[in-house]
């Protein structure tokens, strides 16, 4: 091997491994942990069917909301981690005039919401299966949502991990700019702890207003769910925090 073969494989190597570090330093916290979960045949199946009908490709391009529900005379809303669907399926077929953008990580949960999707004949979801982080960076134009769901986050309980709970004071702003104004923030959470803390942050971003003094009233449009059912029985309480852009 000659001496310039060897330095320009030297050199590369280094600049590789620089760029790799800046990666990793620059790299974000993430709010979910991809979780492998078994995809049931019917969820296979829906992917395959639905993904063509309801699904939207992540790619660093300005979405146009009008075009992608086909009208615009309806309200956009945007859910954050929507789990298995049930809630965003029920809404979506008791709001009809409303328009929901589901964004999920998860693939079983986008399988689950695109089966409910064709089962229900719903035309007003449309589903992007990737970090929302980028999803708002990248898609959303500014002042374009009516609304915003994030029913029941990742609590991250220890506190160790509270570095990575969705809701931080940057993300908030974040959501605040593609939020119109008089559009409406709903998050809900089970963990008392993390409401506390919702609220707090919540309150002090002083683009939002509450619509309550402190915790909501349970919005008629946010079914109970079976979880949310089975823990009010033994006693568990839900907040509902609802916050309106000024
Ligand atoms: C505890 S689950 C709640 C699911 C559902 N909303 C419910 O009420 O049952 C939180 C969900 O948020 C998703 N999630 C967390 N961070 C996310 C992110 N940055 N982008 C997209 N989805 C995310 C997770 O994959 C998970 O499915």
């Not at 916290?29 to 991809?34: A, D, E, M, P, Q």
């Not at 589903?127 to 915003?148: E, K």
């Not at 559009?183 to 207003?209: G, P």
């Amino acid at each position: 091997m000659s001496l310039m073969t060897l330095f320009n494989q030297t050199e590369q190597t280094s600049s590789q491994s620089a760029t790799q570090q800046a990666d990793l330093k620059n790299r974000r916290i993430r709010s979910f942990v991809l979780r492998q979960g078994r995809v049931t045949k019917g969820q296979a199946h829906a992917l395959e069917i639905g993904l063509p009908k309801f699904g939207i490709s992540y790619a660093a391009t300005t979405l146009d909301l009008n075009e992608q529900f086909n009208r615009t005379d309806s309200k956009k809303i945007l859910e954050i981690g929507f789990g298995m669907g049930e809630t965003t399926a029920k809404i979506a077929q008791t709001l009809p005039d409303y328009d929901f953008l589901a964004v999920e990580v998860h693939t079983p949960g986008v399988g689950a919401l695109l089966k409910l999707a064709e089962e229900h004949a719903l035309t007003n979801i449309r589903i992007i299966q990737h970090d929302v982080v980028d999803v708002l960076h990248n898609m959303l134009a500014d002042a374009s949502l009516d609304g915003i769901h994030i029913f029941f986050p990742d609590p991250w309980h220890k506190k160790r991990h509270h570095k990575r709970r969705l809701i931080q004071a940057e993300f908030v702003k974040l959501l605040c700019a593609k939020l119109k104004s008089g559009a409406y923030l709903h998050v809900a959470t089970d963990w008392q702890e993390y409401a506390e803390w919702v609220l707090a942050v919540l309150t002090a971003e002083t683009q939002l207003q509450n619509s309550a003094d402190t915790y909501a009233e349970k919005p008629s449009y946010r079914p109970l769910t079976k979880f949310e059912n089975r823990g009010i029985k033994l006693g568990h309480g839900v907040w509902d925090m609802v916050f309106i852009k000024r």
